[in-house]
């Protein structure tokens, strides 16, 4: 890291809530927030936050062709701006993405082209990824450089790299940076069960979503859970009174596909992240690991292998959010960052039910990985 940068306020709406003491008091539950629809699992959003994006949609009449991707975007980005009290002077920055983006509008829009082969007007606007950072940037009325980008699920977690190069190239002051999804449709959750990857398991389990299955001897099957959600963190230079953790280190990393959806066994990419991220810090001084493990055998078996051959015998304890909130794609990383926040505020260790871990004596470090399709790693190290 060129220079210290802070999280100074974070905000994000999921399966858990929105506020912050909402979000924590749902991790501290040792309980899923998964739903069915159309007979499937999915990690919704709550009733009442549903009705709250209906009224934000219905506040502009700009805003009524939006798709849920832009709208969670800006309902979290509000909040989080107000949190962090920045005004639409400060200019900053905005780099908000999604693996998939406008996918809910995109399918409207195609069925309606096949019945009547025509496109409607505002097809092309309002389902390009740009809109995400656009329309946030236009509700907040900010001026500021603003980016919309897709690097499949870790998306999240480079968009954060971006707004920390942005702020030590010393173009911008402060950056607002996360991810939003609203992949709960028939054709994303097809596409996912086409893979193969998308858990069969029903409300009547415990435990529907199983990431990890190396620490998880019952597992014997995918069992990914799409979730919809954004989440965003407020950036800045230095050691601001009011910051909630500090950004330590960054790691990123590709690497050779073996096809099309595949990591290599060991996780090269998550090696040389992990790598990268520690720095000049020792393995033994990471205290948690908030893994990616979205729920794929082979995925969360290959990051599992990656984090033994960079950490072997002092592997820190590992954690998860995804068996309580699903997988929601690009806003994931960020969410992950979110919890590893919480920690780290909280001095307290949320563990998964099915892992047998011990509680780490301390928590001063904790490491956020991600990757996605193609291979893109990201791993996060904060320390508070």
Known sequence: MQQPISITALSSISSLGSTPETVWQSYLSNKHYFTEKNGVLVAQLPKPLKQAIAQLKNSNPKYKSLDDSVLFAMYASRAAVKNAQWKASDNFGINIGSSRGATALFEKY?????????AETL??????????????????????PEVSHSIT???ALHALLNGIAWLNAGMCEKFLVGGSEAPLT????????????????????EIPSFPNQALNPNKTENS???GEAAAVVCLEKGNPSNALAKIMGLGYATELLEHNASLSTNANCFQRSMTMAL?????????????HTPGTIKGDQAELNAIHTIFGKKTP????????????????????IEMAVFMLQQQQYIAVPYLASQTPQRIEHI??????????AVSILLSR
């Open 110 to 118: 195609h069925e309606a082209f096949l019945n009547k082969n025509v």
């Open 123 to 144: 097809s092309s606007p309002t389902t390009t990824l740009g809109n995400i950072s656009s329309w946030v940037a236009h509700d907040l009325q900010t001026r500021g």
């Open 153 to 155: 699920c870790s998306t």
């Open 186 to 205: 028939p054709f994303t959750i097809a596409q996912m069960q086409a893979l193969k990857i998308y858990s069969r398991a029903d409300l009547e389990v």
């Open 224 to 226: 990914m859970i799409l």
């Open 279 to 291: 720095g000049e810090l020792k393995p033994e001084e990471i205290d948690v690991i908030v893994t």
């Open 317 to 336: 304890v590992l954690t998860t959010n995804k068996w309580k909130i699903g997988h929601s794609l690009g806003a994931s990383g960020l969410l992950s």
């Open 367 to 376: 490491m956020v990985n991600a990757v996605g399709f193609g291979g893109n």
